[in-house]
């Protein structure tokens, strides 16, 4: 009775500590250092951008902030939000180098891309367009034309595969950013800025005038997004997979979608509302 009693306790006193030592790879540094570091894009709403306090904010920002909620259950401590700014070039490394945990922007899931680094299931899907200053005609007739891109993009890819197909010949601008390409088209430096029509949409709303831009409705591509996380870390991309499952089931994701989009259109579109029942797993 003795043995089993000392049994007994020997078990209840460490059953915290081995649980803890349970973590491993993103989880186990979260825990050490009580905090999460949060990539993100500083200039493409509605997904990820620095909003008028100087904050980042947007549709993926919040997704990443309910990640978090259920990554300070799993560790059992607070866990402050640490946000690195990234560029379309630094982020999969940003993940690879530990300046990151988890990628939250607009990042289209592909399978080159799967080879270094892990995605989470699909908060989003979209597809490449092309926005003009009201009133400058082009659509269907791009050749000659300077059209503005970003670097290290699926957008750019896509566009230069539509200009093949279509025997288009026209210059692609590059840019660093969506906010200098966008730039650029405001002071009729390009002609056309070719980005996901949803970041387009955004980028048009946050202007000074929105009215001064059009984007056309037809898409040239097909963008699924999802955040992004280290590559074999399976322990930390189940709980943001539960997370995201869970905000489909309940449907805690129209609040989010109808936040950051309900001004560009009241009714949200039928690949959204596909994306709701696939993504919906159940625990």
């Not at 009775?1 to 186990?28: H, W």
């Not at 200039?43 to 920002?61: E, R």
């Not at 690195?84 to 899931?109: M, Y």
């Not at 591509?221 to 999802?226: G, H, Q, R, T």
């Amino acid at each position: 009775m003795r043995v089993l009693l000392t049994i007994f306790l020997m078990v209840a006193f460490f059953a915290n500590p081995l649980s803890a030592q349970e973590l491993s790879g993103t989880l186990k540094r979260i825990q050490e250092s009580g905090k999460i570091k949060i990539g993100y894009r500083q200039s493409l709403p509605p997904f990820s951008f620095i909003d008028k306090d100087n904050q980042p904010a947007g549709y993926s920002i919040d997704l990443g902030k309910s990640i978090v909620a259920a990554v300070k259950e799993k560790v059992g401590k607070d866990v402050k939000i640490e946000y690195v700014a990234v560029t379309p070039e630094s982020r999969f490394e940003a993940l690879s180098k530990n300046q990151i945990d988890i990628l939250c922007g607009a990042t289209t899931k592909t399978i080159s891309r799967d080879e270094i680094v892990d995605f989470t299931q699909l908060t989003f899907v979209t597809g490449g367009s092309f926005m003009t200053l009201r009133g400058k005609n082009i659509r269907n007739n791009f050749s000659g034309k300077k059209i503005g891109v970003i670097k290290s993009t699926t957008t750019i890819a896509k566009l230069r595969k539509l200009f093949i197909e279509t025997q288009t010949v026209a210059e692609l601008v590059t840019f660093n950013s969506s906010e200098e390409g966008f730039a650029a088209l405001e002071q009729e430096k390009i002609d056309a800025f070719a980005a996901d029509q949803v970041v387009l949409i955004g980028l048009a709303m946050a202007a000074d005038k929105p009215a001064n831009f059009s984007i056309l409705p037809e898409l040239f591509s097909y963008e699924p997004f999802a955040l992004a996380v280290r590559k074999n870390d399976s322990d930390f991309r189940a709980i943001a997979d539960s997370v995201i499952s869970r905000l489909y089931r309940s449907k805690d994701i129209l609040t989010i979608y109808d936040k950051w989009f309900g001004e560009f259109s009241s009714r949200r579109t039928g690949a959204f509302e596909a994306l709701i029942m696939i993504n919906a797993i159940p625990e």
